[in-house]
């Protein structure tokens, strides 16, 4: 069976409850949200200094990963760059990870004070570069022919999650802090979940939770 042929038959089969709810959140998010600019212009800012610090805890990142990034589009998009650590306590061997990480937030709804806002959808891409004598460079490198399509050093993957923030009314070099929270895939894992019928969304899925410190 093709894989073409497999997504198709795993959407319209077992998945039906996904449409549904994504038919339900297309509902809500269209029915109407206060946009703000959360943190103010800052003028002087050069254009290659980092806007914001960022730790994330679990996910493919790492167990912990720690990094920087840039706020783009009044707020709705943030690219970040972070080093990530699993220890071979939790993933039976030291791994590091060098991994980027785009998020988009279409929509803001203001909190209970101008200070406070939540994020309902917050959307993201990312990529994971793995370093380890264990993992190939190459797609198929030191494996037969067809054996393996992809590079198992490298990964990519989405997600979704939502978050809040907390802008700050001193005057200090924090200017807001988000809190957030996603669940992702990787691209190996979608393959996985299409191809095989044993395979559930709950297989596949991971969870992270991380902070963000605006400067």
């Known amino acids: 069976m093709s894989l073409i042929k497999a997504i198709a038959m795993r959407l319209l089969n077992s998945q039906t409850n996904i449409f ?9 998010l269209y029915s109407g949200f206060a ?13 290659f200094m980092p806007t914001h610090a960022i730790t994330q805890f679990a996910g493919d990142l790492g ?17 970040d760059f972070l080093v990530g650590y699993l220890p071979e306590s939790i993933g039976e061997i030291n791994l590091i990870t060098l991994n980027t990480k785009t ?15 939540f994020v309902p959808v917050n959307m993201g891409l990312y990529s994971t570069y793995a370093f380890g004598e264990q993992y190939t460079k190459l797609v198929g490198e030191n494996y037969p022919d067809n054996y393996y399509w992809w590079t198992t050093r490298t990964r990519y993957g989405i997600s979704m999650g939502q978050s809040i923030f907390y802008k700050f009314k001193t005057n200090i070099n924090i200017g807001a802090m988000e809190l957030y929270y996603e669940i992702g895939t990787n691209d190996f894992l979608l393959y996985s979940f299409f191809e095989n019928e044993e395979i559930n969304i709950f297989d596949i899925s991971h969870f992270d939770f991380g902070f963000r410190i605006y400067f």
């Open 20 to 28: 549904k709810f994504i038919f339900l959140v297309l509902i809500f």
């Open 35 to 47: 946009q703000s600019q959360i943190l103010n212009k800052d003028t002087t800012h050069k254009w």
């Open 63 to 79: 167990f912990i990963s720690v990094g920087v990034g840039y706020n783009l589009n009044k707020n709705k998009l943030t690219i």
């Open 103 to 117: 998020s988009y937030r279409p929509w803001f709804i203001s909190g209970f004070n101008k200070n406070h806002y």
